[in-house]
Structures are given as structure tokens and as C-alpha cells.
């Protein structure tokens, strides 16, 4: 019997990891409505172009569901509450502002606003399934509209389920500036709110661990990162604006969030020594969403290197997996790729930090020292590319980390989803 899903996408991460799911729950006979409540520059989205061509998916930004007024008094409202504004320059007026127009001011748009939408997807629909991605504390998207949203679908008889927008790139805790302890970090409580949270791995489930019970937390392996999604990536990816160059020795470096803290001195050092080799090429990419943040964007120094280049937001990263020979992480859960793929990929642990999940599971990829990337670098270009993993390594990281409860990972939401839709 088909089914009904909203699913609600926030920016790009969440397109990114949960554009399979849906996908698969397309495939599966079910129906769904994919809603945008973060910039509208994502409706032209690859992904969310080919998930708009499925007769069983119905996309829209939130702006085209509100009228003009709604969509203002929500957007709005949205900002008061909202970590990112609060912290601007003008942030105590935002919170001044929070406390006059209060809760119960509030309610009655959170309260409009919410139900316009569920009844938009399920009026007349007999149970169904409502998903966000991990509504966190400091989400762009304040939290006291999801819990409304979540409060409202639970008296029609609605599933909430919260799935992942990424992995676990850090083995460790301690990994922001100003955290100095380590303790649960309530950033992760709001998990709460739903009936079940979806997590790729234990390690991500260690974070959600101390303010849920383990039964409403799911275990079933890596969406973005399955066999099953990555061969159907390829087929709808579109063209790639990067050049191959034969001969060429072709490296990519991820750059985490600004907020991660980052040794930018030894960065910049690590750039200029691969740059000195012949025969090499290095391609750049900052974080998606606060890349322009980051000091290394604008190192004149940088720009200048003629073989040195800057990915623009037309390279996606699996753009840049198909291209690289060998990828440098600053502890990115993206080039988990290129682990899949057996392409090697250079912990750079000492360039931040944390302790990278890829250098715990695998001792082999890290750099430790300025000498480690020279050597490595110096291997790739004498020996080539071929038997860089240690392969019992590798598989123990696929099987914990990506693969969890089996290959057939995109099949596991789906029966989950079905589960919380016919509750």
C-alpha cells in the first residue's frame, strides 16, 4: 500500500544525505512532498531537480506554499529565535525583541503556519510520516516551530522521524573553539522531540546517547555514502567543470566549518609544500555553507600558486572525488567517498584539532607532522596510488561506519519510514 512522507530540507547537507532516502522511498511505490525551508537557491538543486521529475514526489520552496504576508511574518518570527542572528552585533535587541513578542504571541502563526502544511500533504490521507533532518539548538530553523510542527502531526496521527545530514568525521569531542570539557553536549538534546532518530553509526548515536533512550535511536548505516546511492549518483550528477590532466598528480583538500578550530598557519605551509612539486595539481574546497569565513580563501599567497585553484559552488564534491587521486581531510565526513572508492585519502590530524575518524580506523592515512605530507606526496608521485590501505582497515571501517546491519542500507529507512507512517 502506498504511503505519504513530508520531507522538510534545510540547506545543503540535508539535500545531500537525505535526497537518497527519498529517493529509494520513491522507488519503494510511495508518495512524498519534499519541502525547502532554507534559501531557494536549492530548488535548482541537482538532486532536487531529479527528485521533481518523479510523478510520486511533489516539490516546493515554502515561500511558494505561504502567501507573500505568511511567509514575511514567518521568516520573521523565525529570526527572533534564531542562534546565528543573536549573536550579530545587534543580538541583545533581537533578544529584547524575543521577550516582548514572547511564546504565547508566537504560537498562533507557528500554529497557522504548521498546519497549512500538514494539511497540505496529508488532508484526507489515512497515517503518514513527517521527517526533518537533526534539528539541533543552533539551527538556522528555530526549534519552537519544529516542536510545533511535531506536536501538531502527532494529533493527526503522524510519525516524526529525525534523519541524518551527515556523519561523524571526528573521533573525539573537544573539537570547537571554547569547549574545554567533556561532557554531553546539549546542542544534541532537541533529539527529543521525535519519536525516532536515524543515525549512520554508533559513533554518531554516542552524541544522542545521553538525552535519548537507545530504543528511539536507529542504527542503520550511511544514506550518502551506500553502494546503492553512489552508483545511482553517477547516472544524474551533472558535468564536471573540472579539467583531468594527464600526467598530473591531482589532489583535493576539504576544509572543515570556520567554526571547527583550524591550524590556518600550517595549512597555508602544507599548501605551498605540495604546491613545489612538479607534476601536481591542487584543487581547494571550503566548507559549503561558511567557506567565505575561512582566512584560506583569501590568501593572496594562495591564489597566486599556478597550480593551485579554488573550487567554486558549481564543483560538487563528488565533482572532485572523480577527479582526485589522493584527498587531504581536515576531518570532513565527505571523503568517505573516496574510502569507499579506494582512493587514498591523508588524514591531516595535525592540522586541527581532533582526532579524524578515518586516521582511528585507519593508522595508515595520517599525517602527523609536515614531513608525513612531504613523504606521502613524494610516494604518490614515485610508487603511484595502488595499495595505499591497509584492507582489513578499510573494510572494518566500511562495515562499522557505512555498511552498518548490511549493504542494503537505503532499504532500512524505507522500512523504518513505513514503520513510523503506519504507527
Not at 484526507?124 to 530553523?141: A, L
Request: proline fraction near 4%.
Amino acid at each position: 500500500m502506498a504511503m505519504k512522507a513530508l520531507f522538510f530540507l534545510r540547506h545543503y547537507n540535508d539535500i545531500d544525505h537525505i535526497t537518497p532516502v527519498i529517493s529509494k522511498w520513491i522507488d519503494s511505490g510511495h508518495h512524498c512532498d519534499v519541502v525547502l525551508i532554507g534559501t531557494k537557491k536549492f530548488r535548482h538543486d541537482f538532486r532536487i531537480v531529479y527528485l521533481s521529475q518523479h510523478d510520486g514526489v511533489r516539490v516546493a520552496h515554502i515561500r511558494e506554499i505561504f502567501s507573500p504576508l505568511e511567509y514575511v511574518k514567518w521568516r520573521l518570527q523565525m529570526f527572533l529565535l534564531t542562534g546565528n542572528v543573536r549573536r550579530l552585533f545587534f543580538g541583545s535587541l533581537v533578544s529584547w525583541l524575543a521577550k516582548i513578542y514572547h511564546a504565547k504571541k508566537r504560537e498562533p502563526l507557528w500554529r497557522h503556519t504548521a498546519g497549512k502544511l500538514l494539511a497540505r500533504s496529508f488532508e484526507g490521507i489515512d497515517g503518514g510520516v513527517v521527517t526533518f533532518d537533526w534539528i539541533e539548538r543552533n539551527s538556522v530553523i528555530c526549534v519552537e516551530w519544529v516542536e510545533v510542527v511535531i506536536a501538531m502531526a502527532r494529533t493527526m496521527g503522524l510519525g516524526v522521524v529525525s534523519l541524518p545530514h551527515g556523519d561523524s568525521p571526528h573521533a573525539n569531542q573537544l573539537i570547537r573553539r571554547g569547549e574545554w570539557q567533556v561532557k554531553p553536549d546539549t546542542v544534541f538534546s532537541t533529539a527529543r522531540i521525535f519519536d525516532k532518530l536515524v543515525v549512520p553509526n554508533e559513533l554518531c548515536a554516542k552524541r544522542f546517547c545521553p538525552f535519548l533512550d537507545k530504543s528511539a535511536i536507529a542504527v542503520l548505516g550511511s544514506p550518502r555514502f551506500c553502494e546503492e546511492w553512489l552508483l545511482k549518483l553517477a547516472k544524474i550528477l551533472p558535468p564536471s567543470p573540472l579539467v583531468c590532466s594527464d600526467g598530473q598528480l591531482k589532489i583535493v583538500m576539504f576544509l572543515r566549518k570556520a567554526v571547527f578550530t583550524t591550524f590556518w598557519e600550517e595549512v597555508g605551509e602544507v599548501i605551498q609544500l605540495i604546491a613545489a612539486f612538479p607534476r601536481v595539481e591542487l584543487v581547494i574546497k571550503p566548507h559549503t555553507r561558511s567557506g567565505w569565513k575561512q582566512s584560506l580563501t583569501k590568501d593572496r599567497s594562495v591564489k597566486r600558486l599556478p597550480n593551485v585553484s579554488i573550487a567554486g559552488d558549481d564543483t560538487h564534491s563528488a565533482h572532485l572525488m572523480n577527479w582526485a587521486d589522493v584527498v587531504i581531510d581536515l576531518a570532513t565526513s565527505v571523503v568517505f567517498e573516496a574510502v569507499r572508492a579506494k582512493k587514498p585519502v591523508l588524514a591531516a590530524d595535525y592540522l586541527h584539532a581532533g582526532r579524524s575518524t578515518i586516521a582511528a580506523y585507519m593508522p595508515e592515512t595520517e599525517l602527523r607532522c609536515r614531513d608525513d605530507v612531504y613523504e606521502k606526496i613524494d610516494g604518490f608521485l614515485s610508487n603511484g596510488c595502488d595499495s595505499f590501505y591497509t584492507e582489513a582497515n578499510r573494510q572494518r571501517f566500511l562495515n562499522e561506519m557505512l555498511d552498518v546491519g548490511g549493504a542494503d542500507v537505503l532499504s532500512h529507512y524505507v522500512d523504518l519510514l513505513e514503520k513510523s507512517a503506519s504507527r
